[in-house]
Structure formats: C-alpha cells, structure tokens
C-alpha cells in the first residue's frame, strides 16, 4: 500500500458473517479514523438500527463491541451528529442535553476523538460542555470560502470541505493556508455520488434527517422530483456523471500535501471494502460508479462507466479547466469515448 494519505472511513452494521472491524484491521495501517452515528439518532444517512419499525435490538452491543476494538487498533473515532434538520427540537434545551448523554456516555464506554456536526447549536453545545472534543463541520454544510470559514471559527475546530470544490487545486490553497493561519485543520470528501450544487441537496437532507417519519408514511411517490435518482433516469444527462466531484482513487496521491485525511464514504456501499482497497492501494479496476456513494450504477445497468478507460489527461484537463460545463465538452467526450464500458 502507498504511503502518504490516510482515510476516514464510515462504519457499517453489516448484516453478514463479516463485520466493519475485518475490513478495518486489514487496512489498518491507512485508516485513522472510523466515523458512526448513534443507533436511530438522525444523521446525514438513514437509521442503524430501525428499518421501517423493525428493531434490531443487537445494534447498540455489536456497534459498541467495533468501537471498542476500533480504539485498541489506535483507530480514531468520529461520532456523527451531523443531520440537517432537528425539528422542533433544533433550538432546544431537550436537544443539547441529548448529545451531553450521548457524549457522556460513549466517552465512558468507547471514547471520542472528535464530532461532526452540522448544527451551530449542537457545535455551541460541544464547545462548552466538552472543550477538548475536536468539532468538525460536516460536508453538507457547503464551507468554501474563507467567510464561511471565518463566521463559524469559535464554533469548529475543522472543516470538510465544499465537496464542489474538490477539483479546484487554487481555491484549496487558499482554504488551506488559511486553516494553517488560524489552527484549524481541513478535509475533503472523495467519493461522493451527488451532482455539483444539486439544487435539491437541503431538501434531500432534510428529509434523510426525519426518514422514520417520512417512510412512515404513504408518500405520493418514491423519488424526490429533481434529485439525482430521478434525474439519471434519463439516458442523456448520464454524462454529466463525469462532471461531479468524485476523485479517482489513481489521483488521490496529487492531494496528499493538502489532506493528510481524506474522508471516504461507505456507510451505505454495498461493498465497503472495495471501495476502501481502492482508496489504500490508488487503484481501481471496474465500475467507477461502484465505489461512489451514493453510487448510480443500477440507473445505468447494464452499462458502466470503467475506470481503467479515462484518458491519460484526465485529472490534468479535470482539475485545470474553466469550470464552465455548458461549453465544455470534454467530460461528454470522455463519456462517450467509452462507449459506456
């Protein structure tokens, strides 16, 4: 495995044979960090351990058992409360003694290294309840510019980055030395499936924030209108699939004199470990959109975008271009010079 970066990975309750602790011992030396979310506790990802009101009533011993064992690999650990919307609790003093008695508790019971958040107000409770907790301000959150950065300092000890800006080497530059200035660290978010500046983004998250109640229900339909599951479902916005903010695990070495971590996801993957692999050795054979999440392979089926097909040019022309994709062709060309796979 090459040196260098090392990863932030997301835990899974798996529900086979092999558990989220067998992939992370075997690629221990390049993890540092596992990220979870507490049990039915909303976060930027559906429940653990409800599914539509059935219980699984294991879940709090298997997921403490791996954190555990997370902690004696020297594997940092990163609690995820980082759901966009609260309801009706968001201002309240219910919500900030809720995360003081999950904090108190898991600091007994596993240890925490540091929390993502995107609420100011859950941030505001950490800060002065638990100083010596790291604060990161989650992906979600859209921080990329310095002013957005400057507005939440006293409430974040790190950033993940605007994910848009993820092939903008200038604009982190700029993040960078100004998170170096001023203490704070910062990172980027890989692999993500998501379309850039997706319009549906907030709406998408807060529904994803209050998915018990919302699948609950009788809905008038299972996609949301405009989001990226209904807008692949036309063949010839496929392409656009290039023009996101995803990194090519063969690329992800030209990131290491910025991110010393880099977060991967694979909370929801249905292969976790092969997109970890992927990551850790810099190199990928199949289908691109297999180690994405969220990943659109299954809109595509059966073609596939591979990515032992891009062109040797691909992250020079990706990452030093104009931005401008109404007038650019060169995702398109690629795309099409595939031939789908």
């Given at each position: 495995?090459?040196?260098?970066?090392?990863?932030?990975?997301?835990?899974?309750?798996?529900?086979?044979?092999?558990?989220?602790?067998?992939?992370?011992?075997?690629?221990?030396?390049?993890?540092?960090?596992?990220?979870?979310?507490?049990?039915?506790?909303?976060?930027?990802?559906?429940?653990?351990?409800?599914?539509?009101?059935?219980?699984?009533?294991?879940?709090?011993?298997?997921?403490?058992?791996?954190?555990?064992?997370?902690?004696?690999?020297?594997?940092?650990?990163?609690?995820?409360?980082?759901?966009?919307?609260?309801?009706?609790?968001?201002?309240?003093?219910?919500?900030?003694?809720?995360?003081?008695?999950?904090?108190?508790?898991?600091?007994?019971?596993?240890?925490?290294?540091?929390?993502?958040?995107?609420?100011?107000?859950?941030?505001?409770?950490?800060?002065?309840?638990?100083?010596?907790?790291?604060?990161?301000?989650?992906?979600?959150?859209?921080?990329?510019?310095?002013?957005?950065?400057?507005?939440?300092?006293?409430?974040?000890?790190?950033?993940?980055?605007?994910?848009?800006?993820?092939?903008?080497?200038?604009?982190?530059?700029?993040?960078?030395?100004?998170?170096?200035?001023?203490?704070?660290?910062?990172?980027?978010?890989?692999?993500?499936?998501?379309?850039?500046?997706?319009?549906?983004?907030?709406?998408?998250?807060?529904?994803?924030?209050?998915?018990?109640?919302?699948?609950?229900?009788?809905?008038?339909?299972?996609?949301?209108?405009?989001?990226c599951w209904t807008y692949y479902k036309k063949r010839e916005n496929w392409n656009t699939l290039l023009c996101n903010s995803w990194i090519r695990p063969e690329d992800i070495h030209y990131y290491a004199d910025f991110f010393p971590?880099?977060?991967?996801?694979?909370?929801?993957?249905?292969?976790?470990?092969?997109?970890?692999?992927?990551?850790?050795?810099?190199?990928?054979?199949?289908?691109?959109?297999?180690?994405?999440?969220?990943?659109?392979?299954?809109?595509?089926?059966?073609?596939?975008?591979?990515?032992?097909?891009?062109?040797?040019?691909?992250?020079?022309?990706?990452?030093?271009?104009?931005?401008?994709?109404?007038?650019?062709?060169?995702?398109?060309?690629?795309?099409?010079?595939?031939?789908?796979?």
């Amino acid at each position: 495995m090459a040196d260098g970066i090392k990863f932030s990975v997301g835990y899974q309750l798996m529900d086979e044979e092999k558990i989220f602790l067998d992939i992370v011992k075997k690629f221990r030396k390049k993890i540092d960090e596992v990220y979870f979310a507490w049990l039915n506790l909303p976060s930027g990802r559906g429940p653990i351990a409800d599914k539509i009101g059935y219980i699984n009533w294991e879940a709090q011993k298997q997921i403490e058992y791996e954190l555990k064992q997370f902690k004696k690999l020297g594997i940092k650990l990163n609690l995820l409360l980082n759901a966009s919307c609260w309801g009706d609790l968001s201002l309240s003093t219910v919500l900030a003694n809720n995360v003081i008695s999950i904090i108190d508790y898991l600091g007994q019971e596993t240890g925490i290294d540091s929390i993502t958040a995107f609420s100011p107000v859950i941030a505001y409770t950490i800060k002065k309840n638990f100083p010596d907790i790291e604060i990161r301000a989650s992906v979600n959150m859209r921080i990329g510019t310095i002013t957005a950065m400057e507005q939440i300092a006293e409430l974040f000890d790190s950033f993940v980055m605007q994910r848009e800006y993820n092939r903008d080497f200038q604009r982190i530059e700029i993040l960078k030395n100004w998170c170096k200035k001023n203490g704070k660290k910062l990172s980027i978010l890989a692999n993500s499936g998501c379309i850039n500046f997706c319009p549906v983004q907030t709406f998408h998250d807060n529904v994803i924030s209050h998915e018990i109640e919302v699948f609950s229900k009788t809905n008038i339909m299972k996609d949301i209108p405009g989001n990226c599951w209904t807008y692949y479902k036309k063949r010839e916005n496929w392409n656009t699939l290039l023009c996101n903010s995803w990194i090519r695990p063969e690329d992800i070495h030209y990131y290491a004199d910025f991110f010393p971590v880099v977060k991967l996801a694979t909370r929801i993957n249905p292969e976790p470990e092969k997109v970890i692999e992927a990551y850790c050795i810099e190199k990928y054979k199949g289908n691109l959109l297999d180690i994405l999440e969220p990943s659109h392979s299954g809109l595509l089926f059966p073609y596939i975008i591979d990515n032992t097909k891009f062109p040797d040019d691909w992250f020079l022309k990706s990452t030093d271009c104009g931005k401008n994709c109404e007038e650019c062709c060169y995702c398109k060309d690629v795309f099409v010079q595939q031939k789908y796979g």
